[in-house]
């Protein structure tokens, strides 16, 4: 008997409240049920976040692959200016010369981080991990450039 004017008070107070509503009963109770369903699976979300957090090791590993990414880049970066600042235009003659300007500079770049490595095989992670952070660099220059022209234009 509680629970049904519980329920009549609170359709009665939402449409009260919020005239413009008019909800019935049953869609009441289908809000009600969406709500705890959502609460469930923030609950589920939740649990599962607090079980999958890193421990402190993985977290030193994460930081240290991110150093690890930044040098390999950083140095990409400086053998590849270095290699191209040296042409007469500062730019490669053919896109095949640019290729293997390219390839020759991730080569460099991977056996500097590895100097104190037997040097034989490259890790496909590092060469991933390179293509991936180049992709983002030129994404962000092209953001950066966007942003210029749109300032210029206003």
């Excluded at 009600?32 to 957090?53: I, P, S, V």
């Excluded at 896109?95 to 981080?113: H, I, V, Y």
Aim: with cysteine; hydrophobic share 35%.
């Amino acid at each position: 008997m509680m629970d049904k004017q519980l329920k009549y008070f609170s359709l009665r107070l939402m449409n009260n409240d919020m005239p413009w509503v008019n909800l019935t009963q049953e869609e009441v109770n289908d809000l009600r049920n969406k709500k705890f369903e959502l609460t469930q699976y923030g609950k589920q979300k939740l649990r599962k976040m607090m079980n999958d957090n890193p421990t402190i090791d993985e977290m030193i590993d994460e930081e240290a692959r991110r150093e690890r990414s930044n040098r390999i880049l950083e140095r990409y970066n400086h053998f590849y200016t270095l290699e191209c600042s040296g042409l007469a235009h500062g730019t490669p003659i053919t896109p095949e010369f640019q290729q293997a300007m390219a390839l020759e500079c991730m080569l460099d770049a991977l056996r500097c981080e590895n100097l104190n490595h037997e040097f034989d095989m490259v890790p496909t992670a590092d060469i991933n991990d390179l293509i991936e952070r180049l992709y983002q660099q030129g994404k962000d220059y092209l953001e950066r450039v966007r942003t210029f022209q749109e300032e210029v234009q206003k």
